[in-house]
């Protein structure tokens, strides 16, 4: 699987994104990072059908920058368009956000929880539903960071 992964609003590539397939019962099956031109490849099994995280590492120096995104999917390629941290999502972008830290806080440890934690509060959902999720979202990664 390969594909880009660049910013939303001007489609610029962004570097230093981890990509993270997982199998059933979230496997890490292969990881990899994209370079300055925002390229990604990784290695899947024919014919499985995964889920991919596109997200920032908490010891880079983009901890903080984007938000992270989710799909579950085997097309080839498989772009994505991260929203920046600190700008409002759409609807269809706010459940992506919140379903990437849902995933990431079944997988990461309390580091990445505190930056996650960062990232998601620095968001503005656009329904009540949306920022009831984030509210309790924001409350399980904080417990995570002192756990």
């Known amino acids: 699987m390969h594909g880009h992964v660049r910013t939303i609003t001007g489609h610029e590539p962004i570097a230093m994104i981890e990509v993270s397939v997982y199998g059933p019962f979230l496997t890490l099956i292969d990881r990899a990072y994209t370079n ?54 759409d609807t269809a972008r706010g459940i992506d956000v919140i379903t990437a830290f849902l995933m990431a806080s079944a997988v990461e440890g309390p580091e990445y929880a505190a930056h996650a934690a960062t990232r998601l509060s620095r968001i503005k959902q656009s329904t009540v539903f949306l920022q009831r999720t984030q509210a309790t979202l924001l409350e399980h990664l904080t417990e995570l960071t002192h756990a």
């Open 36 to 89: 300055d031109e925002g390229p990604y490849r990784v290695d899947v099994p024919a014919g499985e059908t995964v889920g991919v995280r596109f997200d920032t590492h908490p010891s880079l120096d983009n901890a903080d920058d984007w938000q992270p995104s989710l799909v579950t999917d085997d097309t080839v390629p498989l772009d994505r368009h991260l929203v920046p941290v600190g700008e409002s999502a």
